[in-house]
């Protein structure tokens, strides 16, 4: 039986100061813009599945998000000074890259049937520069299993250098498209390996945000398309 995911009263608190904390510094930094708000789900459970530059961008998600998701991220963060402290007050949810981790894959899962939205990078890890890469096939077991819908986001503008040339003034713009939400296909044909449809679910996701994205953000799934 699936536990209920809570949100420890100590986190919601620091919840909600740090959300609109962050909000008005990324407004301070930079020129903000949102596209697609529309396209946020009024409840139940989903997936905000984004490309992932730097460290920037989960905490633009975050902040800017009209429910505080949960997010996933690298367990590495958690020993980085400052970072960690974030991690630990917005009750992040570690992952180890390359393992498999039940307990991540359970919290996930109670994410999910509480109704909460997840943030997920499905790439794994940061880029450190414009260019998807290889979506893994995690993301898809998760949305799969809890039959949840996908909300693809692409992000521009948060790259690695964002906060120097925002402390030289130069105030960069920062984008975040949303796109409309969706359900993987569950009709699967049976002459197809669970890996090999998981990777073309993961793919299908990709190939979302690819398409909010400009065409140099595009990386390994440049010129793909959805309706292809």
């Known amino acids: 039986m699936t536990k209920q995911y809570r949100v420890p009263t100590k986190n919601k608190i620091a919840r909600a100061f740090l959300r609109p904390f962050f909000r008005g510094l990324f407004h301070i930094l930079s020129s903000v813009k949102i596209n697609g708000r529309e396209n946020v789900p009024d409840g139940g459970p989903y997936l905000i599945c984004i490309n992932h530059v730097s460290l920037y961008?989960?905490?633009?998600?975050?902040?800017?998000?009209?429910?505080?998701?949960?997010?996933?991220?690298?367990?590495?963060?958690?020993?980085?000074?400052?970072?960690?402290?974030?991690?630990?007050l917005f009750s992040g949810i570690p992952v180890r890259r390359g393992q498999y981790d039940?307990?991540?894959?359970?919290?996930?899962?109670?994410?999910?049937?509480?109704?909460?939205?997840?943030?997920?990078?499905?790439?794994?890890?940061?880029?450190?520069a414009p260019g998807l890469q290889p979506g893994l096939?995690?993301?898809?077991?998760?949305?799969?299993k809890m039959e949840a819908f996908v909300v693809p986001?692409?992000?521009?503008g948060a790259t690695d250098d964002f906060l120097s040339k925002s402390l030289k003034g130069q105030r960069?713009?920062?984008?975040?498209?949303?796109?409309?939400?969706?359900?993987?296909?569950?009709?699967?044909?049976?002459?197809?390996?669970?890996?090999?449809?998981?990777q073309e679910n993961t793919d299908l996701i990709m190939i979302r945000i690819a398409e909010l994205l400009p065409e140099n953000y595009r990386g390994y799934y440049g010129g793909s398309s959805s309706q292809s």
């Open 137 to 144: 096939p995690g993301v898809a077991f998760i949305a799969e």
């Open 172 to 198: 960069p713009i920062i984008e975040m498209h949303i796109g409309q939400p969706f359900r993987l296909p569950l009709d699967h044909k049976k002459d197809k390996s669970r890996k090999v449809i998981r």
């Open 57 to 88: 961008d989960p905490p633009f998600i975050v902040a800017f998000w009209p429910m505080c998701p949960e997010a996933v991220g690298a367990v590495e963060l958690w020993d980085r000074r400052g970072i960690a402290t974030l991690a630990r």
């Open 102 to 128: 039940r307990i991540l894959f359970e919290t996930m899962t109670e994410v999910l049937a509480a109704g909460r939205p997840l943030l997920i990078a499905p790439e794994g890890q940061r880029s450190h």
């Open 153 to 156: 986001v692409g992000i521009v």
